[in-house]
T-cell receptor
Framework: GQNIDQPTEMTATEGAIVQINCTYQ??????LFWYQQHAGEAPTFLSY????GLEEKGRFSSFLSRSKGYSYLLLKELQMKDSASYLC???????????FGTGTRLQVFP | GAGVSQSPRYKVAKRGQDVALRCDPI?????LFWYQQALGQGPEFLTY????????KSGLPSDRFFAERPEGSVSTLKIQRTQQEDSAVYLC?????????????FGPGTRLTVL
């Protein structure tokens, strides 16, 4: 079976750095996605990791360790608009379906 | 249009009523997915199409749920005899890829409320 865990809620201050962790126990692995979802809106793609290591894209970075079944999303120089839910999703099987975690709701305070 | 569109955006149904939710994927996208998202939860996979072929429907919660994509473009998710537990946001996503890791683009969702 598949199990993906991430914290339910996090808070941080504007300008700070926050790390959102995701652990997974799955049978098979074809990649790990991070999506951002503002309340009432569609999820939007942030990053995709298939090889171990860090992928950097502007203020956002994502890390993957396949051997540990672990990923994190790092957000730097936080802005108020970064307040959203961050969804960790595992790409599984041969049908490209994404298995999502419950999402981490991040609140950024001034 | 530039993105995935869904209609209606909001739907209120009385318990026992049938509903149909429409998804217009990005033009040329081969793969189409339906997800169900309950409040405060991540999306859960329902079904997957590659062109007009429904390759995976393992996530459909019951035989009251039916999806089709007859011409390999627009898709419809139909829920028969709706129940209160069907209340959720139904998200549609499309991607270019046939297989492998292709970014999925999500539509705005249809929020279904069953009274």
């Amino acid at each position: 079976g598949q199990n993906i865990d991430q914290p339910t809620e996090m808070t941080a201050t504007e300008g700070a750095i926050v790390q959102i962790n995701c652990t997974y126990q799955t049978s098979g692995f074809n990649g790990l996605f991070w999506y951002q979802q503002h309340a009432g809106e569609a999820p939007t793609f942030l990053s995709y990791n298939v090889l171990d290591g860090l992928e950097e894209k502007g203020r956002f970075s994502s890390f993957l360790s396949r051997s540990k079944g672990y990923s994190y999303l790092l957000l730097k120089e936080l802005q108020m608009k970064d307040s959203a839910s961050y969804l960790c999703a595992w790409l599984g099987g041969d049908t490209d379906k994404l298995i999502f975690g419950t999402g981490t709701r991040l609140q950024v305070f001034p | 249009g530039a993105g995935v569109s869904q209609s209606p955006r909001y739907k209120v149904a009385k318990r026992g009523q049938d509903v149909a939710l429409r998804c217009d994927p990005i033009s040329g996208h081969v793969s189409l997915f339906w997800y169900q998202q309950a409040l405060g939860q991540g999306p859960e996979f329902l079904t997957y199409f590659q062109n007009e072929a429904q390759l995976d429907k393992s996530g459909l919660p019951s035989d009251r749920f039916f999806a089709e994509r007859p011409e390999g473009s627009v898709s419809t998710l139909k829920i028969q005899r709706t129940q209160q537990e069907d209340s959720a946001v139904y998200l549609c996503a499309s991607s270019k890829g046939l297989a492998g890791a292709a970014e999925q683009f999500f539509g705005p969702g249809t929020r279904l409320t069953v009274l």
